[in-house]
């Protein structure tokens, strides 16, 4: 995510599983939002620790959470 660039249109599904116990899935989603990979009908999914707080990036609203095992 860091080299990307600007996307040429909108992803409809962007599914991500960054490292446990970082900040990676909020920076990762924050830089695709700013480059135009998420449009406003794009659904994405984001695995994190149970234990980790919730992702949340400005400009986007979470639909549903569920959790299996360790991972929400």
Known sequence: VLSL???PAPLDL?????????????????????LGWV???????VESAAADPPVEVAGLVAEAERRVGKAR
């Open 5 to 7: 660039a600007a996307a």
């Open 14 to 34: 962007l599914l991500l599983d960054p490292p446990y116990g970082t900040s990676a899935g909020a920076v990762a989603l924050d830089r695709l939002l700013r």
């Open 39 to 45: 449009g406003p009908a794009s659904w994405i999914s």
